[in-house]
């Protein structure tokens, strides 16, 4: 258990581990078409290919998708007491659609704002609130669907493009070694995508159409300048969450605002803060403050908070002025649960494990207690008014997911995912994003039914699933089980795809279970962005696997997604500075390896050429004198 | 590094931790037609149901697949020095088709036990080799074919079936209570085998006619008489393979020996030992003397040791004599990559990673080096001739496969996938067993299509794959990118799945690497046997969730892959033993829990019995009065 100790708003600092810039990378900024568009890169750089390789080759660097914001940039100036730069202020500003308010108009917000108490743990934010003027709608769907495209949405196309082309085209302009490189580096599999729309590169235009037309999301609540744009589609990089939170039974400010700088390091897409903890409030400015991914919460977690844990206590108006307290703090994304109907209750009562989202429960608690239908959903056009407000996108809560094998989609899950189809329908009159969630426990036969009723009943609204776990029968490896799910959900078409830690049903993740999860869901993203066909998915792989063929060990640790990881690993056999330079490896030792013979077969077949070689596969009889008289020697000195 | 301390047989003892039986565990043997057929599980209790969840239910021992031989039993005499007890050597006797040799008949073999300086590693055998007498063939596939239902057979289907039948039945007859039990814990979601052929129960003549044609294999060498039968078929329960091995810079005869214990004491089916280094030969004959598993090797590796270590001066005398050598010894299958031809080899001079097969590539550099086909390919008959003498199986190697995600699918693979289903014909006109190696590097969209080819290529012998790894871009969590892919290829057909540890590309595995490689490929073929609708495969998962739902916390724990695991991730967020009794987790605390919730809504829907459920359904009005008057109580003392 932590030992929390009290956490001082005046002492905070930024945890070290999540500022260094990962080894052989730097960050780089990609200009759009105004000075204030910088889209943030992870620059990989490489060594050459050592000339006993056939020919020294010059590797160029690789570009990877950066979710860590200013934190690993050693130009930014870090300090968590400060927040990070409002980077998307004067877009907002710009639109001139949005007012800044006198201070939190919400009760609870202007409440704690008054508690002296709290001043010591409060976040020093000089910034008031921001809202749509009167009549207006400032939600990035709106502005999509009037043809506007946004600076929001320029960004997000460069970020997505990772400058695969410059990075290919380069390569065939740099010589004749050149071309053959860009081939072996930027080939790639044909995927099968299941009727995804993927264009070769994206554009502002393509985005926006995107957008409009609600198969993508962009969560940007004009509250949340510091977020660096990002996108949630199918037709665009699958996307992973971390959760993370306090319970009240742990964890303090500090290890959340860790936690989410440890998530975005490692490739956190998004982050939802899931406190059900004491200050609630408080650890939340925080955590948006620094934060330069979308944040999501589960507002009915803090209503409840509000009302003791009550959940027949639960009112319309709590409810509404956590939505409004939350959004003017700058929540990116509410989970709202209004897919809970009175009459799907009865339907989880013969189920093995019932309702096990912690929101679907209150819910049906709550209906059950008033045998009323869900103020969620009655409410739904008022949610929708304070969405388009300060532009939170819905995350479509799937309150009655399964929660073992055994209910695996059956009746209360998939009535509830019609519903959820119903609302997209209502919030899109209002042109509020929106996403579904997804489950949950399914086994993977049953995986593709889900992602198929989703893009129909939902209308292709972009799909964010937890895992989904392929088995029950593995407590403390949740995330392997899940992460065997995310990947098929993620190629057969989800957007988003939400973490699972190894601690799932034990306990609370602490920072390598953050890890972890983390890793494991970049795996099944990538492993489905492979198998969509994703453009220039695999210069990632490809690169990574000639630095292997090559026995360039640092570039392979440093491509690969936990570089700190690999090069602990491979020194924990071979500690040597020197076997980091070794053409052979602790597999098989210096006499026996496999990589090292296969350069002969492809240095016999560049002596031989091409018309021997086609010999040969016709089986025809060919002398190899030229190898046989070198004596078979293929063992070169390290 | 390891420290090497040297190892001295008459002290040699084994692994503590290797012994222990698992918590709630029991070994048990279930009977078959004669005394001497005594299958072990393991059979997991559980405690009783709280009365707080509506009724004290006795929830029944659940038997699970028990690979940990005489280990896990406290009622054996473990003294590794003696080795197990061969518990086939009567059935092998009875069929009469064998003599018992006056020593080693292997020119090598008979060298090493001559070497008195070996006298120190060498283990204790008493026992002569045994080989079929002149013209018998002792293959488990040759009785199969000649309508012989052998010991080992029955063993097999009593394992396979695990008491699924008695299961259920002792529920369903256990009072009033019992039907719904059996219903809720032995139901199962339909699977999708993609065209396999698995039955509602194994039979004995099952096991003989699926070995007769070919689409499984019982590896169990006669001089292997330690091992407990198992079965490697499509039509079984998938497998997983376990890894061990020394090389030429790290590890002893005793941690092999220690990872293999530790190996399938988490579940290892099988285990092949791809040693290079040292003292090959005695490593081995402690492992196979030691193993209940089938042991699995690549002679070719030895073979190589012999030449030290050059490729060109490898003869089919030395190979030869290696294959008698471990056939002698006990080994049940043999890596023999005889599909690796000639005219193949130019096929890779232009992949990224060339020949990654160890195997592979030392015959690759035999056939450069002499121009000449493989001799591997050209006597396979008469190895056919030696491997139905002992009855070793083949595992077809892949030596071709592809070592990334860019070399996936290529011409050399499905080249030489074609050649293996040219041997496997050869094979079986020997009735040799088979089964036939796979990938490796392959991203998910073109997992099927070697899972098909294979399929109809191979005559439907059973495929033994790789991973495959479904990305190459996370250096250190090879278990999980190669899980995703086993898990899928599982489930499209593939028989046992070679696992791959967190180590793999870096370094050698050590035991908690080995441990987190079987966890994951338990996973990953459980999840498969899951999708298939292997009959009975969900029961483990429905006793496990509903232990989960009950907050039987040691349940969950021990029924579970990984109680350890699971037990210390819950204790380190609830470390105090009456956490385990708590009616709440840790991820929640004691007011907020949805398991809790979740039961109102069933004592709701118990109380309003099904003719109010159904209007609720339909959306009319229903008072909750009972509800409400009890004050929306949920929460009850711990």
Not at 260 to 271: E, L
Not at 476 to 491: F, K, L, N, P, R
Not at 524 to 548: E, F, T, V, W
């Amino acid at each position: 258990m932590n030992a929390n100790p009290k956490f001082i708003a005046s002492e905070a600092q930024v945890d070290n581990a999540a500022v260094a810039p990962l080894p052989a990378s730097r960050k780089v900024y990609v200009e759009g078409s105004r000075a204030d568009i910088r889209v943030p890169m992870r620059e990989v750089s490489q060594t050459d290919t050592p000339a006993t390789f056939g020919a020294a080759e010059k590797n160029p660097p690789v570009y990877v998708y950066d979710t860590s914001g200013p934190y690993t940039d050693p130009a930014a100036k870090i300090d968590i007491r400060s927040g990070l730069a409002p980077l998307r202020e004067a877009w907002i500003e710009e639109r001139g659609d949005t007012e800044k308010l006198a201070g939190p108009t919400s009760r609870y917000g202007q409440e704690r704002l008054a508690d002296a108490k709290l001043a010591e743990l409060r976040f020093n934010l000089k910034r008031n609130p921001r809202r749509a003027k009167a009549g207006a709608n400032v939600t990035q769907m709106h502005y999509a669907r009037r043809g506007l495209v946004t600076p929001e949405m320029e960004y997000i196309a460069i970020r997505e493009n990772l400058q695969r082309r410059e990075y290919l085209e380069r390569m065939r302009t740099a010589g004749p070694m050149g071309q053959r490189m860009a081939d072996l580096l930027g080939r790639q599999h044909r995927g099968e995508s299941f009727g995804a729309s993927i264009p070769e590169e994206v554009t502002a235009e393509f985005v926006r159409s995107e957008v409009a037309r609600g198969r993508a999301i962009i969560p940007a609540n004009v509250n949340h300048p510091e977020s660096e744009p990002m996108i949630i589609g199918r037709n665009f990089l699958v996307k992973i969450n971390a959760n993370i939170g306090n319970s009240a039974l742990t964890s303090s400010i500090a290890e959340e605002v860790d936690k989410m700088t440890w998530s975005i390091r490692w490739g956190g897409d998004t982050v939802m803060d899931l406190s059900t903890g004491k200050h609630i409030h408080e650890t939340r400015e925080w955590i948006v403050r620094n934060s330069p991914v979308p944040i999501g919460t589960v507002p009915i977690y803090q209503a409840l908070e509000k009302v003791d844990g009550k959940a027949e206590d639960l009112t319309w108006e709590i409810f509404r002025d956590t939505l409004i307290e939350q959004a003017e703090q700058g929540v990116d994304y509410f989970t709202i649960h209004a897919g809970v109907r009175l009459p799907y209750i009865p339907m989880t009562a013969n189920r093995m494990t019932g309702i096990v989202s912690r929101g679907g429960s209150i819910m049906a608690k709550w209906c059950l207690s008033h045998h009323k239908e869900s103020f969620l959903y009655e409410r739904f056009e008022e949610i929708c008014d304070i969405m388009k407000a300060y532009d939170v996108s819905f995350s479509l809560g799937d309150g009655l997911r399964p929660g073992s094998i055994y209910d695996a989609n059956d009746e209360a899950q998939l009535a509830e995912l019609k519903t959820l189809g119903e609302l997209t329908t209502i919030a899109w009159k209002h042109d509020v994003q929106v996403m579904i969630e997804g489950p949950g426990h399914v086994p993977m036969q049953l995986i593709k039914e889900n992602m198929e009723l989703e893009l129909e009943q939902c209308h292709e609204a972009p799909f964010y699933t937890l895992g989904p776990l392929t088995t029950d029968i593995a407590p403390g490896y949740d995330h392997i089980t899940s992460g065997i799910g995310a990947a098929q959900i993620g190629w057969y078409g989800t957007a988003m795809l939400c973490y699972v830690t190894p601690k799932e049903h034990l306990g609370l993740p602490d920072k390598d279970d953050v890890k972890d999860g983390i890793i494991t869901y970049k795996i099944a993203a990538h492993a489905a962005d492979l198998a969509k066909g994703h453009p220039g998915a695999q210069i990632r792989d490809n690169a990574l696997s000639k630095a292997r063929f090559e026995f360039r060990w640092d570039d392979q640790f440093n491509l690969g997604l936990d570089p700190d990881k690999a090069k602990q690993f491979h020194d924990e056999t071979l500690p040597q500075e020197g076997a980091k330079l070794a053409h052979f490896c602790s597999m098989c030792g210096p006499h026996f390896c496999s990589m090292k013979i296969t350069q002969d077969v492809r240095d016999f077949a560049a002596k031989h050429g091409v018309a021997e070689a086609d010999a040969l596969k016709k089986g025809m009889e060919v002398k190899a004198v030229e190898f046989v008289k070198s004596g078979g020697e293929v063992y070169r000195k390290a």
